[in-house]
């Protein structure tokens, strides 16, 4: 876990390990990660951003190898855990979730700074639901603590991720529907049929936090063209922001997605890192996400 700075930083974040963040970004951003945990070939393995329990090209190896990975809500004590020994050490504490659409972590979290809300009451302890996954969720973390450094109070921070959680468009693609499938997130014919015909699904994030399917095209490249078409229609000032795109063991792809969005949009910077395994375990190998502020999701 990061320590917390004793610069200027008035109020402690706090996260999940969902947030795809590398850690040396989340280390450089002082951010307190809680690591979520998953499960492959019977035993247990905690997700900690610098995959130290399984190198994440070992974790992306045995699921092209056929086995499958389970994941596990995080529970109440955990981030009691994680947020009590900032709070003892007279720090505020703003917990940015895991999408409340797609994993009871966050209600975890909820929970856990109502219960610090009452048992702290001299300490200001907020949660924000992202409504956002992967590096969705860790680009607003990555905001969060930008705003944090330039001497924003914890609840401006709050208030500015409310306003604009919404704006954070997730565009993905997936090269295998069976993960999906196996996840409950698609139909078995559904995934039958793209394989058969190399379909690939485009799939966006919604309002409430869920998977959506919002189309299909045939083939690879379509499918990575398609995301950044869809970031050109509805983008705001993309030269002026930084673009994140999380990977399955893809980074070529990654690479073009990034050259793309640079070439088409004027955009300056891209953050690239991998989707970890509590994602990957149910998104697969293969998967390519892009995460941009827009007009909407």
């Given at each position: 876990?990061?320590?917390?700075?004793?610069?200027?930083?008035?109020?402690?974040?706090?996260?999940?390990?969902?947030?795809?963040?590398?850690?040396?970004?989340?280390?450089?951003?002082?951010?307190?990660?809680?690591?979520?945990?998953?499960?492959?070939?019977?035993?247990?393995?905690?997700?900690?951003?610098?995959?130290?329990?399984?190198?994440?090209?070992?974790?992306?190896?045995?699921?092209?190898?056929?086995?499958?990975?389970?994941?596990?809500?995080?529970?109440?004590?955990?981030?009691?855990?994680?947020?009590?020994?900032?709070?003892?050490?007279?720090?505020?504490?703003?917990?940015?979730?895991?999408?409340?659409?797609?994993?009871?972590?966050?209600?975890?979290?909820?929970?856990?700074?109502?219960?610090?809300?009452?048992?702290?009451?001299?300490?200001?302890?907020?949660?924000?639901?992202?409504?956002?996954?992967?590096?969705?969720?860790?680009?607003?973390?990555?905001?969060?603590?930008?705003?944090?450094?330039?001497?924003?109070?914890?609840?401006?921070?709050?208030?500015?991720?409310?306003?604009?959680?919404?704006?954070?468009?997730?565009?993905?693609?997936?090269?295998?529907?069976?993960?999906?499938?196996?996840?409950?997130?698609?139909?078995?014919?559904t995934a039958l049929i793209?394989?058969?015909?190399?379909?690939k699904p485009v799939l966006?994030?919604?309002?409430?936090?869920?998977?959506?399917?919002?189309?299909?095209?045939?083939?690879?490249?379509?499918?990575?063209?398609?995301?950044?078409?869809?970031?050109?229609?509805?983008?705001?000032?993309?030269?002026?922001?930084?673009?994140?795109?999380?990977?399955?063991?893809?980074?070529?792809?990654?690479?073009?997605?990034?050259?793309?969005?640079?070439?088409?949009?004027?955009?300056?910077?891209?953050?690239?890192?991998?989707?970890?395994?509590?994602?990957?375990?149910?998104?697969?190998?293969?998967?390519?996400?892009?995460?941009?502020?827009?007009?909407?999701?």
């Amino acid at each position: 876990m990061a320590g917390m700075g004793n610069g200027m930083n008035s109020f402690a974040i706090v996260t999940d390990s969902s947030c795809d963040l590398s850690a040396r970004m989340a280390e450089e951003l002082e951010i307190s990660v809680l690591p979520l945990s998953f499960s492959m070939g019977g035993k247990e393995y905690r997700n900690d951003l610098d995959g130290r329990e399984m190198p994440i090209r070992d974790f992306y190896a045995r699921l092209r190898a056929g086995e499958t990975s389970t994941t596990a809500a995080v529970n109440v004590e955990s981030y009691l855990g994680v947020m009590e020994p900032l709070l003892r050490e007279g720090k505020d504490v703003l917990n940015v979730a895991f999408s409340s659409g797609l994993s009871n972590t966050c209600n975890a979290a909820q929970m856990a700074c109502r219960e610090l809300a009452e048992k702290y009451p001299e300490r200001k302890v907020f949660c924000v639901d992202t409504l956002a996954a992967s590096l969705g969720q860790g680009m607003l973390v990555y905001y969060a603590a930008r705003l944090r450094q330039a001497g924003k109070s914890i609840g401006e921070v709050r208030d500015w991720l409310e306003a604009n959680k919404l704006h954070l468009c997730h565009w993905f693609t997936v090269d295998d529907l069976n993960h999906l499938k196996r996840g409950g997130r698609i139909s078995a014919a559904t995934a039958l049929i793209g394989g058969m015909l190399n379909i690939k699904p485009v799939l966006h994030v919604d309002d409430e936090g869920h998977l959506v399917s919002m189309g299909k095209v045939r083939g690879r490249r379509a499918s990575l063209n398609a995301l950044v078409d869809h970031m050109e229609q509805t983008a705001t000032d993309p030269q002026d922001q930084t673009v994140f795109l999380s990977h399955g063991d893809t980074e070529q792809d990654a690479e073009y997605v990034a050259a793309e969005v640079k070439r088409r949009m004027g955009v300056k910077e891209v953050v690239i890192n991998d989707v970890g395994p509590v994602i990957g375990a149910h998104s697969g190998p293969g998967t390519m996400a892009l995460f941009f502020f827009g007009t909407h999701r």
